[in-house]
């Protein structure tokens, strides 16, 4: 089979002496982080560490010296280092922080540092008492060769001391010389670069800003936000919901897509094929002859009233997210202007979105394997564009999983070239190494099975493998206890407690969530049908006019939950979520922390949202930082009451229909009497 | 720091659009084998089969086609194929088998195919009873698209087909044409090359010939052959021996170093530093006025007698194995020729090899940081040249771990480019990654850690380590119970007994084994001191003359071991190990089988010496190919015993002074009746 246009591939390269310089003697192997062999980038946000692992090592046994490397994308070399030191076994470990915005590069470097090497000998030999003369004069020799290539001060310091060195190499003192404790460091400075082997690969690292990180979202539909029951709402309207958003504690305002939405084979209340003639329509049927993906629905407002609607957002510490969805209505501009951009059927009609034998006539799915696909591509990144100019900077992408993942790897990187400061949250609901594939090639978010995850079994080994192994280092989870297209079983039958305990799970157990609102507050439950998650009366194609201020609001729950969040940096990450085990399967209990032990989370659910549920937990102690036999005071955080534990095991008892959680602060050991 | 004539790293070009088809929609990630990211070869022998599995998988839901494409190293591009099948979640895998020796390579490619999904589509159609007619036009468009990258006939055939099914989409018998067995097959023998993505990486296979994997080797020192006592043994003398050699079933006679000796500070008896006048010096301080590596001591004999033992030894069904030791006695040409591939010290002296505070002064290491490395890496190269042209085909190397390892990959690819048949072996006792590498980089098999390695625990941990994880894809174990250098503790204190299950161990659990005779099988375990491994009177300073019909052999018992694994294909691979329980802890319980399970051999082993030890093993059934509750016949292939066992659970009893071991041949189920 022919392979047009795709370059051959060169890491197999035989290895040809005059490539390499043949006295570097160190291997490196097993380099950590490292996504794919090289092939995707890991990801942090600023202030983060990246630790470096690797396997090194030489022939012989010679002293190694191992460094990292790194830079930033705008280089073309490394620009600074970081020392390794070893673990056991061959294994070396170090770190550095990462501090802007964009593309790092990373790499490894050992070699054999032959004066260390010289050093410990001499050591060795001085010890047994053995006459010692020629290896002095060995010494200086190699302090002299590294004179040359040091700079002017240290050069000349070196070369003072291989003269006294060499000179004193017959006496007692030329040992001391030796072994004197500045001479090492000084030497290390300037190693012999000729000795030096650098990892083959340069690992990439995105880098985000920390929103990308710790965010918690707020989904609406803008056409709900009306004051007055029955109105289309506008942007203006949305702008009186932002006190009562921003309140919350919420980072991110998502609006479900706002553009002007097709009337062709429009769907009615409940997903009916036939529309009412004052059904709105779904606003994911994109495009009608008052524009596609760059216009604004009419009833909405003005492209003017967009931009204003940003500002206001900013004006309350939030931040838009715009929903892009690329797929059209059959009365989409795209079918007149580019009817290539869609697959033709024999009888000459676009084809519409199918399932076999589902079909969506509403909806014309885009043809990416057209001929005219880059064009298609250039409009779709440009549609990106658009909205970035308009001052988006964060995009909830949805259903990335029907288009091509090359397209996603293209767009993103091109956009995050441009704007790194750029944020895709990718809406994936598929197959798992679909869903980790949309990360790697650049996805800052992503979407999770957590809808889905209920038992403790379910939810402990699913958010392991999400963050402590390599997954943690590209997929960033994003939690949403429910979604307008997913209203849990869960959900559906558990009640309000089940909305709280949902609700404590995706905001503690993910840095990233998000809930759909306000539909979520007021535990709205109701689903179309037995065994459907489809909402009944689904928003999805209707507008909905609610009560913000109704009785059973979760409104202050929300609120308390994201301003813990905020106090607490254990929270703003997931790399140190770790599960600790309990004595009642209904109960769930994890812990978060920070790296330094300063801030450390417990919290224990009760997964059972119709019973009490008792039992012991049995914590981890060393992984909280605390010893195995002290007591130590935990403080309730959503409750604010305080306990006294002891030792791993401690008792809990947690009642669904009042707060089905303890989210708990653990005290400093010596503070508690004080606190107390 | 700079890094000349390193070639930049380009796997992480960014992806530019015009280097690549848009329009391809897989991705293809984790194929195994791969090593380090494609880094290193995996090995295998002609005639074996390489399963490969990866995880492939595209946007949206079309079916997928994927397959392996492999070829010879000598041709450029992919010659062949094999199709691989879906396992689950998005894993596929699929074989094929290397029949020639060289480097083969090997790449994945996977496309979305369009017609199978099509044709899954229409029956979902159909069954919903939906009006198919315009889907049978697209179907006869997707059929003449096809013809016209098919070959001939084939073309003719789709054209009809085409037509056909174009002309009756409205009749009945449409769908029936589309549905047509045939069809498939055909179509999908040309996928639209357009569509498919190739794993990025080539992949590499170092095919070796099967001794490569299944070998039992005879170390002798040729100067102990003599047929009189005293006397310095010849070549011509070691003729002598092989027949009795050749009957106890070994493949392969390897030779300690045949070059001349240095004198200057020469070894005497038990590594004295001060030798006397008759004594003959250690093989491995070679070099004398009278040659070095490519000549032959004077006292064994000349080139022409050399040349005519390798004859003798083929005559025989053997082999010879040569050991090369890059290293040199104070007298060897080198350090007159070549001063400058040494160390020098500042007295001007040659550096002799230390390990400080320990002084080497019989040895100079050679210096591969040697500003003229490229010359002595081509001379060293010249060596094992010289002794292929004299016959050579095995090298047991000494110490690789000593020198650098990217001159064994280059030497190893060099002589390998040439001389695919040449086998290396890897003396080296080292750093686990250091002797893992060794094996990365070239050499056919190795030595292990199996000396040191006793205990149930031991053993089972190193073995499934060495054999069920990515390890076996590139490092062959050659198990050696003691060598010239190691007397294990073991063997010290356990008396003959000790001998035969290190001899079981050693020859069942490894395809590969050797020994060094005629000590072992003399049961010589005399130690240098407590504590030491070092032989007493070791046969490295010394000759010995020994009487190979002693009483206490165990010739015969090496012979009937040798002659077990000829007999049984299931001990000549190491992939097919596995370990099973016992309730003994001083019983091992292992076995391995045919791919195929033809041949199934279980081994029971007491590793206590001194006493008899009986107990329970529990067998994993399934991977002997037995059903959980029939009796099976069991052969003991060491006693000739015939044992029924039944289930999983079977006791066994092994006296160490009798028979330490059960070699026991599976029969098969159906044929204990007739057989018994």
């Known amino acids: 089979m022919e392979r047009p246009g795709l370059a051959p591939t060169e890491d197999f390269r035989p290895m040809e002496r005059p490539q390499m310089d043949v006295r570097r003697r160190v291997a490196i192997e097993r380099v950590?982080?490292?996504?794919?062999?090289?092939?995707?980038?890991?990801?942090?946000?600023?202030?983060?560490?990246?630790?470096?692992?690797?396997?090194?090592?030489?022939?012989?046994?010679?002293?190694?010296?191992?460094?990292?490397?790194?830079?930033?994308?705008?280089?073309?070399?490394?620009?600074?280092?970081?020392p390794m030191v070893p673990l056991v076994n061959d294994r070396w470990q170090g770190e550095f922080r990462v501090t802007k915005i964009g593309t790092y590069r990373y790499t490894v470097e050992g070699w054999t540092d032959r004066f260390k090497t010289w050093r410990d000998d001499l050591s060795k030999r001085i010890a047994a008492a053995q006459d010692v003369q020629v290896e002095l004069l060995i010494g200086a020799e190699l302090i002299a060769d590294t004179a040359k290539r040091a700079a002017d001060a240290d050069s000349e310091l070196l070369r003072?001391?291989?003269?006294?060195?060499?000179?004193?190499?017959?006496?007692?003192?030329?040992?001391?010389?030796?072994?004197?404790?500045?001479?090492?460091?000084?030497?290390?400075?300037?190693?012999?670069?000729?000795?030096?082997?650098?990892?083959?690969?340069?690992?990439?690292?995105?880098?985000?800003?920390?929103?990308?990180?710790?965010?918690?979202?707020y989904e609406i539909f803008p056409r709900s936000c009306s004051p007055e029951a029955g109105h289309h709402g506008t942007l203006q309207d949305c702008e009186t919901w932002l006190p009562y958003i921003a309140s919350m504690g919420f980072d991110v305002v998502y609006l479900t897509p706002i553009h002007p939405i097709g009337s062709t084979h429009r769907k009615g209340k409940n997903n009916s094929v036939v529309a009412?003639?004052?059904?709105?329509?779904?606003?994911?049927?994109?495009?009608?002859?008052?524009?596609?993906?760059?216009?604004i629905h009419p009833q909405l407002g003005t492209l003017q009233d967009f931009r204003q609607f940003v500002s206001r957002v900013e004006e309350h510490g939030?931040?838009?997210?715009?929903?892009?969805?690329?797929?059209?209505?059959?009365?989409?501009?795209?079918?007149?202007?580019?009817?290539?951009?869609?697959?033709?059927?024999?009888?000459?009609?676009?084809?519409?979105?199918?399932?076999?034998?589902?079909?969506?006539?509403?909806?014309?799915?885009?043809?990416?394997?057209?001929?005219?696909?880059?064009?298609?591509?250039?409009?779709?990144?440009?549609?990106?564009q658009f909205w970035i100019d308009q001052g988006v900077r964060i995009f909830r992408v949805d259903n990335p999983h029907t288009k091509p993942l090359s397209f996603w790897e293209w767009v993103i990187g091109e956009i995050k070239g441009q704007h790194p400061e750029v944020i895709f949250l990718a809406e994936a609901f598929t197959r798992p190494h679909v869903m980790l594939r949309l990360a790697k090639i650049g996805f800052s978010q992503s979407y999770t099975?957590?809808?889905?995850?209920?038992?403790?079994?379910?939810?402990?080994?699913?958010?392991?493998?999400?963050?402590?192994?390599?997954?943690?280092?590209?997929?960033?989870?994003?939690?949403?206890?429910?979604?307008?297209?997913?209203?849990?079983?869960?959900?559906?039958?558990?009640?309000?407690?089940?909305?709280?305990?949902r609700l404590v799970l995706a905001a503690m157990l993910g840095a990233n969530y998000g809930i759909y609102g306000p539909a979520f507050e007021l535990c709205e439950n109701a689903a179309l049908a037995p065994g459907s998650e489809e909402f009944l009366y689904s928003e999805k194609y209707e507008i909905k006019h609610r009560d913000l201020n109704a009785e059973e609001s979760l409104r202050d729950l929300i609120s308390r939950v994201n301003k813990i969040?905020?106090?607490?940096?254990?929270?703003?990450?997931?790399r140190r979520l770790r599960f600790h085990e309990t004595d009642n399967p209904l109960l769930l209990c994890f812990s978060k922390s920070t790296d330094d032990l300063s801030n450390v989370i417990v919290v224990v659910v009760n997964l059972d949202s119709f019973n009490k549920q008792s039992g012991w937990v049995n914590l981890d102690l060393s992984s909280l930082g605390l010893g195995t036999d002290h007591a130590f005071q935990v403080h309730d955080l959503l409750?604010?009451?305080?306990?006294?534990?002891?030792?791993?095991?401690?008792?809990?008892?947690?009642?669904?229909?009042?707060?089905?959680?303890h989210v708990l602060r653990v005290l400093p050991q010596d503070s508690y009497g004080a606190e107390f």
């Open 32 to 82: 950590s982080p490292e996504i794919d062999g090289g092939r995707f980038a890991i990801k942090r946000v600023v202030g983060e560490n990246v630790v470096v692992e690797a396997d090194i090592f030489a022939d012989g046994h010679d002293q190694l010296a191992c460094r990292i490397l790194y830079w930033q994308g705008t280089e073309r070399e490394p620009q600074s280092s970081s």
């Open 160 to 217: 003072e001391w291989a003269r006294r060195l060499h000179e004193s190499a017959e006496k007692e003192s030329g040992e001391s010389i030796a072994l004197e404790e500045e001479l090492l460091p000084l030497m290390e400075r300037y190693p012999d670069p000729n000795l030096a082997t650098r990892y083959e690969k340069e690992l990439r690292i995105t880098v985000d800003r920390p929103k990308a990180r710790f965010s918690a979202w």
């Open 276 to 295: 009412e003639s004052d059904d709105v329509g779904s606003p994911w049927a994109i495009g009608s002859a008052e524009g596609g993906h760059k216009s």
């Open 318 to 384: 939030l931040e838009v997210a715009l929903d892009i969805a690329f797929q059209c209505s059959p009365d989409h501009p795209y079918a007149d202007e580019h009817p290539e951009w869609f697959r033709k059927r024999p009888d000459g009609a676009i084809q519409y979105a199918e399932n076999p034998p589902k079909k969506y006539q509403d909806i014309y799915p885009l043809n990416f394997e057209t001929a005219d696909t880059l064009a298609l591509w250039d409009e779709l990144k440009s549609v990106f």
């Open 449 to 501: 099975y957590f809808s889905w995850r209920n038992t403790k079994q379910e939810l402990t080994e699913y958010f392991t493998e999400l963050t402590q192994t390599d997954v943690r280092e590209y997929f960033r989870a994003n939690l949403w206890p429910a979604t307008p297209d997913i209203l849990p079983q869960f959900l559906q039958v558990g009640g309000r407690a089940a909305f709280m305990i």
């Open 565 to 574: 969040r905020k106090d607490n940096p254990a929270l703003q990450s997931d």
């Open 639 to 661: 409750s604010d009451g305080r306990f006294l534990w002891q030792g791993p095991r401690n008792y809990v008892e947690l009642t669904p229909g009042n707060l089905p959680a």
